[in-house]
């Protein structure tokens, strides 16, 4: 059992992954005690590229992403596979790729090519055949069965909220691990998915501030049978705000001062990224192995 399907099936809990797009969110998340973090494709084509989510970002830009932040954090990351950049055989090189970098679950959408933000107009799908036969070609692709499977769909604002759960449920019969509903309108209809597939699959729900979706606490959602919680884009969100009023206040004032309170130090910034224990690290291996040994006898300092 993997720590994703570990962390999915503990009972009455369920699992708050907050939107990360570098290996430096994912660090600042993790010490804040998250145990799963979600990789945001929107996040990803912000931060990568000054651009929206319209499909932009590559796969290989998305799998460099997703091998620096496992280096550098061992949470289970979800990632927004987006629609697996083209037809079953791209997703299943777009699996393999993801999963060799390290990704614990990946998430493909039914949206055609370019595809747009969940909660964007003008989204248009593929059908459900081709759909359904991607997720077969993804769940065939995985060398490992831990690695899970999302499917979303995007259909409530192309071809209604039935249609969608019809389509839910035809990806689950294909073989998704995991059902993503995208961009529910109200309560009744959040409702009503975990109504429906809570009970027997886990669900992912989306919180996106200013989206289609009325924002729910976390515990509400799990309540309503959901098991996954993702914030995708909030730290993109904070940051760009956060940025915009720093280089404001520097192009005013011509110096940081105004903003001194609101930043971290080159202290403070350091040690949340771990500087002294990779000069530790570094420093044991100038040393030989006797050394090394003889370092660690040594007594305490008086």
Same mark, same amino acid.
């Given at each position: ?98 999963? /060799? ?18 909660? *964007?107009?003008?989204? /248009? ?77 886990? *669900? ?19 309540? !309503?049978?959901? /098991? ?10 904070? !940051? ?34 771990? *500087? ?27």
């Amino acid at each position: 059992m993997t720590l994703l399907d570990s962390l999915i099936a503990q009972a009455g809990r369920g699992i708050i992954a907050p939107g990360v797009y570098d290996a430096l969110t994912a660090l600042i998340a993790a010490r804040q005690g998250f145990d799963c973090l979600y990789l945001s494709g929107a996040s990803l084509a912000y931060s990568r590229l000054g651009r929206p989510d319209i499909g932009l970002v590559s796969v290989s830009e998305l799998a460099e992403t997703v091998a620096l932040i496992c280096d550098r954090v061992g949470l289970p990351l979800i990632v927004d596979g987006d629609t697996g950049f083209g037809n079953a055989l791209n997703v299943q090189r777009t699996v393999r790729q993801l999963e /060799r970098a390290g990704a614990a679950a990946i998430q493909i959408e039914d949206q055609s090519f370019p595809k747009r933000c969940g909660h *964007l107009q003008g989204k /248009r799908l593929v059908s459900v055949t081709e759909m359904t036969g991607k997720i077969r070609a993804a769940t065939d692709a995985r060398q490992n069965a831990g690695v899970k499977i999302i499917a979303r769909t995007d259909a409530i604002a192309v071809e209604g909220f039935g249609n969608a759960l019809d389509r839910a449920q035809a990806y689950h019969e294909a073989g998704a691990d995991i059902l993503f509903i995208e961009a529910p309108r109200t309560r009744d209809e959040l409702e009503t998915i975990g109504r429906r597939f809570g009970h027997g699959t886990p *669900l992912v729900a989306n919180m996106v501030e200013g989206g289609k979706t009325p924002l729910h606490a976390a515990d509400d959602l799990i309540a !309503m049978g959901y /098991r996954i919680v993702i914030f995708p884009g909030g730290a993109a969100r904070a !940051m760009a705000r956060q940025a915009q009023d720093y280089y404001s206040s520097l192009f005013r004032t011509g110096s940081n001062a105004a903003f001194h309170d609101r930043m971290f130090d080159l202290d403070t910034l350091n040690a949340t990224i771990g *500087l002294q224990e990779m000069l530790d690290l570094g420093r044991d291996y100038d040393l030989n192995p006797d050394q090394v040994a003889a370092e660690t006898r040594k007594p305490p300092s008086a």
